[in-house]
């Protein structure tokens, strides 16, 4: 994982532990978010906006979802 990674994670535990267990639903889509985010990176074999010769196709963005969990729905 890279160093901007590495700051994301960071500030979502700085955040937790700002804020309390109350606010883990923001934590939890937070982290979502970077999972689908490595995941379309591994998937395109390339950062987003990177070009390389080894990227296996794009990205056309994001939409909103909703996850309905124990903890409430993010």
Known sequence: MDAKKDTIIEALLEHLIENGAGDIATVFARTFELA???????????????????????????????????????
Request: aromatic share 10%.
């Open 36 to 74: 689908m985010q490595i995941e379309r990176e591994r998937f395109l074999h390339a950062s987003h906006y990177e070009r390389n010769p080894d990227r296996q196709g794009y990205a056309n963005g994001y939409k909103p979802k909703r996850i309905d969990t124990p903890v409430g729905s993010i």
